[in-house]
């Protein structure tokens, strides 16, 4: 089985602060880990993606994310953060294993950024 | 430009009634998928398909059904056995099952609500 947490329901920081959202995760074999962002009424939007490789992914926006293989971690961030990246931002997991391809989501973090 | 439709933007029903909501994608996926969201929690499978004329149940398919006559369409009826269908509902798709690396695509939603 394969799941995923986001432990912090909101995130508070202060415009051109930086900004982390965490995510774990646990899965049998290894993962395909992703980061989506949603904005009010809209559909989920992908941002980053770690498959393999470099444990430092970055992705659209100027977020980047961090795997750690140790710790089952799956950090969002961002150097700088803009009022506009307020957003709910969700991680989601694969694992390799799964063969039909289901992802499982987080509950999601809601990310205020405030000028 | 290709992506995913969803429609209508908002749905309302009423008792004993069956609603259809309709998925269109032109990005020559062959999987697509069909999600619940529910405020404060993340997102949940209903129903799934990685090909033409078959799907799959996924976690909370029950109250709900779906056709895949058409690679590009996947709708989704909300039955009257489903006693609290009020949610967001997405529509994702994404390429063939075994590019398990792939991210899914998302459209922008239907807002289900009850009369």
């Known amino acids: 089985a394969q799941s995923v947490a986001q432990p912090e329901d909101q995130v508070n920081v202060a415009e051109g602060n930086p900004l982390t959202v965490k995510c774990t995760y646990s899965?049998?074999?290894?993962?395909?880990l992703f980061w989506y962002v949603q904005y009010p009424n809209r559909g989920l939007q992908f941002l980053l993606k770690y498959i393999t490789g470099d444990n430092l992914v970055k992705g659209s926006y100027g977020f980047e994310a961090e795997f750690n293989k140790s710790q089952t971690s799956f950090h969002l961030k961002k150097p700088s953060a803009l009022v506009s990246d307020s957003a709910l931002y969700f991680c989601?997991?694969?694992?390799?294993?799964?063969?039909?391809?289901?992802?499982?989501f987080g509950g999601g973090t809601r990310l205020m950024v405030k000028p | 430009d290709g992506g995913i439709t969803q429609s209508p933007k908002y749905l309302f029903r009423k008792e004993g009634q069956n609603v259809t909501l309709s998925c269109e994608q032109n990005l020559n996926h062959d999987a697509m998928y069909w999600y619940r969201q529910d405020p404060g929690q993340g997102l949940r499978l209903i129903y799934y398909?990685?090909?033409?004329?078959?799907?799959q149940k996924g976690d909370i398919a029950e109250g709900y059904s779906v056709s895949r006559e058409k690679k590009e369409s996947f709708p989704l009826t909300v039955t009257s056995a489903q006693k609290n269908p009020t949610a967001f509902y997405l529509c994702a798709s994404s390429k063939k099952s075994g590019d398990s690396n792939q991210p899914q695509h998302f459209g922008d939603g239907t807002r289900l609500s009850i009369l």
């Open positions: 899965v049998s074999g290894n993962p395909y």
């Open positions: 398909s990685q090909i033409v004329n078959d799907f």
């Open positions: 989601a997991v694969r694992d390799i294993g799964n063969a039909g391809n289901m992802l499982t």
